[in-house]
């Protein structure tokens, strides 16, 4: 630990109080926007109630003095003493009203930092590449910067505010003591130091212990899920692995904790020292008042109020460090926050973006396609071209691995390509304007959304404008099978779907998946991409599918990835992906008389149905 304060240079302090500078303007600024009015009548009850215990120190005397005189007088002078003691208590009447009201707009400012943060963050999430949710940093920094968002902002504020009010307080109570001596002022001046310099150190060995331990909080949590949550709920049971979960959350947990206690522990006997060394020094500037005292150079009654006045001061100077050291604290974490909403978004640069064509009569064209992912580097799709006319009907296919599901990413613009282009009627992808396109698309992946929600809304987010209409619904409910289960279904299209809340009625995975496709099919769009779609169907509920899909896809370009290669005879063409790489294209006729790949993988399946 000594290293490590050594390590922790003065120029670090310097540059950590420009950061920290930096965020503290930013934040207090973005919630002087957010509630002016509030925030404007925060600052002044704030700033009021510091001035209180300083006009404590002189009511103090004041009474010190009546009751002198009600002593040596007696009960005639009761009567001023008295007008004191009301005095006295409306001045704490009046700390109490400030707090009570000061602890009322806090909440009320911490609400509205927290829909303005929440807002900004989950926005930023939503607008980010999906490329980053592939990345085990992102989720890192992404659970720092969504813990306590409320708290963020008025922290900051808060302790802005405590430290300026303790501040007042101070010089409250340093003409207090200059008044009697200066060595009395300059000697409470000099206690702030040291307090200041290890809290501040101290601040800062937190923060990076909490960013180092982000990834092991995050174990720690998805090891509690596994217990606690029913998508895992079977296998725990069925495997017996309760034991061994519980092992590794306690393990994750306990790491972290320990070593919370420990930089704890290390940090404590510096605190000691620095405590133990302000308290020698206030007795011995409690020792110099005495001698004061000795010469004749106060009263009684200024004797008390001024040791009372040094405990005081000694006491918000250790508050007011406290205070620093959490505005150091604060800014780091808020370096995170504004980083995050720093991140390049999907659409950032602002080249003009270019519209789709209402008609798309020219296709799609793909020509020496690559991806690599960046997490791992490695080439997942290769020099991969082909061109599709509006209205195809395309079934991708290959083995496990072969690279579709990231083939439909790119094509949907989820993707970009590392090399090659991929256009719309002969516009780049990437030129285009991504909302109008994704209008213009649809998707439904192998992991499709279940969405805890009513069946309105499951269908209904496919078109969210279209969500009340009632002949929509049911028409893209027809289309997929959900009319076979529709009658199970007590409140209609209004039901709760799923265990989660409310008690809602839960599916089985192919109903949930029936919906799914709805939802597709209630978008209603141009190009439409169907992930393994009926994976979970029955054969029969897939083979009416099927009938269905080249009826509804009619005039709409249709990508569609699936291993059941009995369904590719419909489709137009079938694209065979191997390792990354298109290896033929082409009608299953054309294909079976290739006799290659297909033709072989085709053969496979059919053996098992004989
Ligand atoms: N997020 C990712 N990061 C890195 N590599 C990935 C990622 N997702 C997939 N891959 C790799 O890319 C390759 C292709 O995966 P993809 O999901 O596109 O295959 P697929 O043909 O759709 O497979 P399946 O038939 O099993 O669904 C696989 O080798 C996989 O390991």
């Known amino acids: 630990m000594v290293n490590l304060l050594k390590a922790a240079s003065l120029k670090s302090i310097a540059e950590q109080t420009r950061l920290t500078l930096q965020m503290m303007v930013r934040m207090i600024r973005i919630l002087f926007k957010l509630t002016p009015a509030k925030m404007t009548f925060l600052s002044a009850a704030q700033i009021s109630t510091a001035i209180i215990p300083v006009l404590q120190v002189y009511v103090t005397i004041e009474l010190v ?81 969504s813990t306590g968002l409320e708290y963020r902002g008025m922290q900051f504020f808060q302790s802005f505010l405590q430290i300026a009010k303790n501040l007042i307080t101070i010089a409250g109570f340093v003409i207090v003591l200059l008044g009697f001596h200066w060595l009395l002022a300059f000697g409470i001046l000099l206690l702030i130091v040291p307090s200041l310099y290890i809290d501040i150190k101290e601040s800062g060995f937190k923060v990076s212990q909490f960013v180092n331990q982000t990834p092991f909080r995050r174990r720690s949590i998805y090891f509690s899920s596994l217990l606690t949550e029913r998508e895992w709920a079977k296998e725990v049971r069925i495997f017996g692995l309760a034991d061994y979960f519980i092992q590794q959350w306690r393990k994750y947990t306990r790491q972290n904790g320990q070593e919370q206690i420990d930089l704890e522990r290390k940090m404590s006997i510096f605190k000691v020292a620095v405590n133990g060394f302000l308290l020698v020094m206030v007795t011995l500037i409690s020792g110099f008042l005495l001698t004061l005292a000795a010469a004749g150079a106060m009263t009684i009654a200024s004797f008390v109020a001024l040791i009372q006045t040094i405990f005081s001061v000694q006491t918000n100077l250790k508050t007011m460090a406290v205070y620093i050291a959490g505005i150091y604290e604060q800014a780091l974490y808020t370096t995170d926050l504004f980083r995050f909403l720093a991140m390049k978004e999907e659409e950032s640069d602002d080249t ?40 195809e009907k395309i079934a991708i296919v290959g083995e496990n691995g072969a690279g579709k599901s990231t083939l439909a990413k790119c094509l949907l613009g989820l993707y970009q390509p590392t090399a090659g282009t991929i256009t719309y009627n002969g516009i780049p992808l990437d030129q285009m304007d991504t909302n109008e396109f994704r209008e213009r698309v649809t998707a439904i992946f192998q992991d499709f959304a279940q969405y805890q929600l009513t069946l309105r809304e499951n269908i209904g987010v496919g078109h969210v404008e279209w969500m009340q209409e009632e002949a929509r619904l049911q028409a893209a409910a027809a289309k997929s099978g959900v009319d076979d289960f529709f009658h199970e279904l007590s409140e209609g299209f209004d039901t709760e779907l799923g265990h989660k809340f409310f008690g809602g009625h839960e599916l089985s995975h192919g109903q949930w998946q029936k919906i799914a496709i709805s939802r597709a099919f209630f978008r209603d769009s141009d190009i439409i991409v169907l992930d393994e779609p009926t994976s979970a169907l029955d054969p029969m509920a897939e083979a009416q599918l099927f009938e269905h899909i080249a009826q509804l896809t009619k005039g709409k370009t249709t990508f569609f990835i699936s291993h059941r290669l009995g369904i590719c005879r419909a489709a137009d063409r079938i694209l065979v992906l191997k390792d990354g790489r298109l290896v033929e294209q082409g009608s299953h006729d054309e294909l079976m008389a290739l006799d290659g790949e297909y033709a072989g993988m085709f053969r496979t399946q059919a053996e098992w149905y004989q």
């Open 65 to 145: 003095h009546r009751t002198e005189r009600v002593i040596q007088d007696g009960s005639s002078q009761f009567g001023p003493a008295f007008t004191i003691l009301l005095y006295q208590l409306l001045l704490f009447l009046l700390q109490l009203a400030l707090e009570v009201y000061v602890d009322f707009l806090v909440n009320k400012i911490k609400l509205a930092a927290l829909l303005h943060f929440g807002q900004e963050v989950n926005q930023k999430s939503s607008r980010l590449s999906l490329l980053h949710f592939e990345n085990h940093e992102f989720y890192d920094l992404l659970q720092r910067v």
């Open 352 to 391: 003009p973006k270019l519209p789709l064509p209402a008609s798309l009569e020219h296709g799609i064209s793909v020509k020496n396609l690559e991806f690599v992912y960046p997490t791992n580097g490695r080439t997942i799709l290769r020099d991969i071209s082909f061109e599709v006319s509006m209205g």
